[in-house]
Structures are given as C-alpha cells and as structure tokens.
T-cell receptor, first 113, second 112 residues
Framework: KAGVTQTPRYLIKTRGQQVTLSCSPI?????VSWYQQTPGQGLQFLFE???????NKGNFPGRFSGRQFSNSRSEMNVSTLELGDSALYLC????????????FGQGTRLTVV | GENVEQHPSTLSVQEGDSAVIKCTYS??????FPWYKQELGKRPQLIID?????GEKKDQRIAVTLNKTAKHFSLHITETQPEDSAVYFC???????????FGIGTKLQVIP
C-alpha cells in the first residue's frame, strides 16, 4: 500500500507570491490534516478535511487555506507569502474512525526569500 | 483550545539508561494521547498511544503512563539504544475529532 505522498518536496518562493502544496493520502483514508513544522514551534495544526469538508481549523491567518477533492487528495494554499512562512509542511491521513493513527507524508520544505 | 506542554526540550542519556519525557494537557475532554518519533530528515511515525480509559500501556522497551486527574502523561524508554535518538512528540486529541495538538518536541540523544 502506498504511503502518504506530498509534492513537491522542496519549494523556494519570493515574498508576496502564493504557493500550492499537494497531499495524496493512503488509499481509503478520507481524513487529511495539515501541519506546519518549525524548529521553535514544533508541529502546529493548520486544518483537517474529511469528505471534502473542513472539520477543524488551527490558529493561522486566512492566508492559509485548503481544500479536498472527491478522491481525498488535498491541497494547501498560502497566499502573500511572508518570510516567517518558511517551514516544513506535513500532511497526515487517517482512516475513518475515532482515534485512528495519523500517517504522515515526507513533507514539503518551503523556503520564502 | 487544547494546550500541550512537553518537557524537557532536549535530553541526553547514556546507552542502556532510561529516558522519560513528560507532557501535560489542558482540556479535560481530551481522551487520546499518541506519541510520535521523528528521526532526522524523516516523517513523524506513531510509536505508541494511550486512551483515557487506560492508565498504562507497554510495548517492549516503550511505555506510556496517563494520569487523568493531573492531566499529564509520560513516555518511558528503557535500555536506550543509539537508534532511539530522535525527536519525540506527545499529542492530545478529543476522540472523534481529528484536531490533534502536539507538544513542542523533545530531542533525545543516546550516547554510545
């Protein structure tokens, strides 16, 4: 069974630009969550999607948005990039059910210059 | 919202010694507490989890304890080995909801 796949692995963008990251969950998993990982802040929850609906949202500005498609693939968009958005962005997928294990992708390393 | 505090931020132990990482949470409704291990340059992976109806869970050299009254839980690694060196994250979530709040992480170094 293929794992969680994130593309691209690395991105370099300029301040003010926008970026779209993609996450393909494990087959059969309908829940996809996104996290921002930085050295000083650890893993911070961005949002979670289930069956194309956003179920939960973390404390990030509106520049961070996401969506999920009918095949459970998810995209995350960051508009008007700031230097502080440089981070590793991880997505995780879960199978349906309560307290199920989160399987993480390798992440997308975003650098804003 | 939920807040998870994790201590220590770094931990160095000699090979063969035990390591203990502690976490506290704020939301008494949280009932699921997973622990993730992230090796350098790799993705976080679940190593053990515990639900609020259980006080302790063991898996070989790894154990987790939960004190619901005090709202804290701990990870215990015995007979540490160099391959245990990694960053460990604790987390808390409310069952049925997938908003998992992570601690800031503990960088464990096992010295051969």
């Amino acid at each position: 069974k293929a794992g969680v796949t994130q593309t691209p692995r690395y991105l370099i963008k300029t301040r003010g630009q926008q970026v779209t990251l993609s996450c393909s969950p494990i087959s059969g998993h309908r829940s996809v969550s996104w996290y921002q990982q930085t050295p000083g802040q650890g893993l911070q929850f961005l949002f979670e999607y289930f069956s194309e609906t956003q179920r939960n949202k973390g404390n990030f500005p509106g520049r961070f948005s996401g969506r999920q498609f009918s095949n459970s693939r998810s995209e995350m968009n960051v508009s008007t990039l700031e230097l502080g958005d440089s981070a590793l962005y991880l997505c995780a997928s879960r199978r349906t059910g309560e307290n199920t294990e989160a399987f993480f992708g390798q992440g997308t390393r975003l650098t804003v210059v | 919202g939920e807040n998870v505090e994790q201590h220590p931020s770094t931990l160095s132990v000699q090979e063969g010694d035990s390591a203990v990482i502690k976490c506290t949470y704020s939301d008494s409704a949280s009932n699921y507490f997973p622990w993730y291990k992230q090796e350098l340059g790799k993705r976080p992976q679940l190593i053990i989890d515990i639900r609020s109806n259980v006080g302790e869970k063991k898996d070989q050299r790894i154990a987790v304890t939960l004190n619901k009254t005090a709202k804290h839980f701990s990870l215990h690694i015995t007979e540490t080995q160099p391959e245990d060196s990694a960053v460990y994250f604790c987390a808390a979530s409310i069952g049925g909801y997938q908003k998992v709040t992570f601690g800031i992480g503990t960088k464990l170094q096992v010295i051969p």
